[in-house]
């Protein structure tokens, strides 16, 4: 298997099971379910972990007990977080408001700020490195495309007003593209993604993924999981998509191995990806 960095945020998800989601004004009875990990980039790496890839993580964690907590239940799950930054402070917190239909809103309950400049003279080193995964340019910095040149790079969709958002790869759902973003997904993150780019893929939830590249559009159709929990959905597809690119799968095998990822995801009350599903091989 791989040698996988990934540059990203390490969260607490409390969840809170309710009846129905909040409207202005309502007071609403709601079960306490407990924290559990989250973080979409601490999501991933577990995931890949999980697939057999050795996994480093750099992110901020605070410096309080649950900060200790998330950390070692990363170290639990086989991701290396020797990386990770201590910020001080709590440890970042995100409410998982969660209906009976496994439907969530979730509101983030910030840590601290990042430092400037972000301290990463500690970076592991390149050679070896097969992936890097870049939750948000606009947290890290683009120099981390040239410390890794011949890493399969993948990032979350560009931010607004963002100069440069180098990438091979650019995977997200599509509310976290912007509207122009999602009329030509290729041509438009390309702008800004550079002369590397080869894949874009937009998730869709219930109506499945799309991957588009220079010669055309893929689409995987949505699952009939049974879902329980839709919280890391996604970041359980990225992580089988990118387990099936650095086996040297094609697009549309690749998209399907991230749409069974995901749909083992819904089916689980937790944030992280289950455990690698039978039906994916490891090779």
Not at 17 to 41: C, H, Q, T
Not at 54 to 78: H, Q
Not at 221 to 232: H, I, L, N
């Amino acid at each position: 298997m791989s040698d996988v960095v990934v540059f990203g945020t390490v969260v607490a998800d409390v969840v809170v099971r309710v009846a129905a989601f909040p409207r202005p004004g309502d007071r609403i009875r709601a079960e306490p379910l407990g924290w559990r990990l989250g973080g979409g980039s601490a999501n991933i790496a577990c995931g890949l972990a999980a697939a057999g890839h050795e996994v480093t993580l750099i992110g901020a964690v605070g410096t309080d007990s649950l900060a200790d907590e998330l950390l070692a239940e990363l170290e639990r799950r086989g991701v290396h977080t020797q990386g990770c930054i201590r910020m001080s402070g709590p440890a970042a917190r995100a409410i998982i408001l969660l209906d009976e239909n496994g439907e969530r809103t979730i509101l983030i309950l910030g840590g601290e700020p990042w430092p400037e400049p972000l301290p990463l003279g500690d970076l592991p080193p390149a050679r070896g490195v097969a992936c890097v995964y870049v939750e948000s340019y606009a947290l890290f910095p683009t120099a981390i495309a040239g410390r890794f040149p011949d890493a399969l790079l993948v990032a979350t969709p560009p931010a607004p007003g963002h100069g440069t958002w180098p990438a091979d790869v650019i995977v997200g759902s599509e509310r976290e593209y912007q509207a122009d973003g999602l009329t030509s997904p290729y041509e438009s993150a390309r702008a800004v993604a550079q002369s590397r780019l080869k894949l874009v893929v937009v998730t869709r939830g219930a109506r499945g993924a799309d991957a588009y590249g220079p010669h055309g559009c893929r689409h995987v159709a949505g699952s009939t999981a049974r879902q329980v929990d839709a919280t890391g959905a996604g970041d359980a597809f990225a992580a089988g998509l990118i387990t099936a690119l650095l086996a040297e799968h094609g697009t549309q095998d690749a998209m399907e191995r991230g749409a069974a990822q995901g749909a083992a995801a819904v089916e689980t009350l937790q944030s992280i990806p289950p455990d690698w599903v039978d039906t994916l091989d490891r090779a």
